[in-house]
Nanobody
Framework: VQLQASGGGLVQAGGSLRLSCAASGRIGSINIMGWFRQAPGKQREWIATITRDGTSNYADSVKGRFTISRDNAKNTVYLQMNSLRPEDTAVYYC???????????WGQGTLVTVSS
């Protein structure tokens, strides 16, 4: 499985961005797709996940502001980020896991910078 993330950039606080992550390769093995982020000097943290049937979960830090969605026909997962804050600044990574929860792949990371 290969993942290609895109959509990062520079945005002012309060603004919005949408990240995309396209999967290719042995996509039939993918069950859960998700997003993580890593801010400078911090550990990578989980943001959101969505299963093949559309069940989603969010970290408390983004709940109500971020929305994860998935287009199985396009093998793509999205992260709509609204009401962005400077503390959301990080490199965002997409992740794909199989039905056992084993990671199949990481995307290359896309930088999101939120200015105050």
């Amino acid at each position: 499985v290969q993942l290609q993330a895109s959509g990062g950039g520079l945005v002012q606080a309060g603004g919005s961005l949408r990240l995309s992550c396209a999967a290719s390769g042995r996509i039939g093995s993918i069950n859960i797709m998700g997003w993580f982020r890593q801010a400078p000097g911090k550990q990578r943290e989980w943001i959101a996940t969505i299963t093949r049937d559309g069940t989603s979960n969010y970290a408390d830090s983004v709940k109500g502001r971020f929305t994860i969605s998935r287009d199985n026909a396009k093998n793509t997962v999205y992260l709509q980020m609204n009401s962005l804050r400077p503390e959301d600044t990080a490199v965002y990574y997409c992740n794909a896991r199989n039905i056992l929860g084993t990671t199949q792949a990481w995307g290359q990371g896309t930088l999101v910078t939120v200015s105050s």
